[in-house]
């Protein structure tokens, strides 16, 4: 049973442009997770989403960040026109159900340059 | 604002002996517990939940809560190099938000052969 898959791992963007990061639950999973970790830091909740609906998006800044988990394909998680601060390891977890274990998968590094 | 405490730590602790992590929480609506581990670079593991008070046993590792005081801990009995790394406490709040997962900043623990 694969476990919660993230792509890519590392991830380096400049000063106004766009990344993007995917996720896919593991098989049987279809609650989203998304945290952010800060170097140094701790885990921060973004979002939290289901198949074709953001559930929770009150972690996320308001601006430049969406995430979607559409019927099909992976969760993506988008920041638009990226900043240094932006700059962070992103990780994504999935639950069977919503009040179940949240397994989380290996990352995408981002680094803004 | 609900948070989440731990010492940074370095604990450093040799081999063969007993490693103890610590975690309070400030909101008494607290309901489950989780710590996880980290190793650097890599993504959190889940090792234990605990939801009850008391203490719960898997293998080397020891779950101890305490809701009155609001605690929980992590006992390592005869710990082993490959125990290095980062220790993250994560708590579920009741309510509105349940499903997101509170990290404290993380305890690292080094094992001294």
């Known amino acids: 049973n694969a476990g919660v898959m993230q792509n890519p791992r590392h991830l380096v963007r400049r000063r106004g442009q766009e990344a993007r990061l995917r996720c896919s639950p593991m098989?049987?999973?279809?609650?989203v997770y998304w945290y952010r970790q800060l170097p140094e830091e701790g885990l921060k909740f973004m979002v939290y989403?289901?198949?074709?609906?953001?559930?929770?998006e009150s972690g996320m800044p308001k601006e430049r960040f969406s995430a979607e988990f559409p019927k099909e394909g992976p969760s993506i998680l988008r920041i638009q026109q990226v900043v240094r601060g932006d700059s962070a390891a992103y990780f994504c977890?999935?639950?069977?159900?919503?009040?179940?274990?949240?397994?989380f998968g290996p990352g995408t590094r981002l680094l803004v340059l | 604002q609900k948070e989440v405490e731990q010492n940074s730590g370095p604990l450093s602790v040799p081999e063969g002996a007993i490693a103890s992590l610590n975690c309070t929480y400030s909101d008494r609506g607290s309901q489950s517990f989780f710590w996880y581990r980290q190793y650097s670079g890599k993504s959190p593991e889940l090792i234990m939940f605990i939801y009850s008070n008391g203490d719960k046993e898997d293998g080397r590792f020891t779950a101890q809560l305490n809701k009155a005081s609001q605690y929980v801990s992590l006992l390592i009995r005869d710990s082993q190099p490959s125990d290095s790394a980062t220790y993250l406490c994560?708590?579920?709040?009741?309510?509105?938000?349940?499903?997101?997962?509170?990290f404290g900043k993380g305890t690292k623990l080094s094992v001294i052969p």
């Open positions: 994560a708590v579920k709040y009741s309510g509105a938000g349940s499903y997101q997962l509170t």
């Open positions: 989403l289901q198949k074709e609906n953001i559930i929770d």
């Open positions: 977890a999935s639950s069977r159900e919503v009040q179940e274990t949240q397994y």
């Open positions: 098989k049987g999973h279809s609650h």
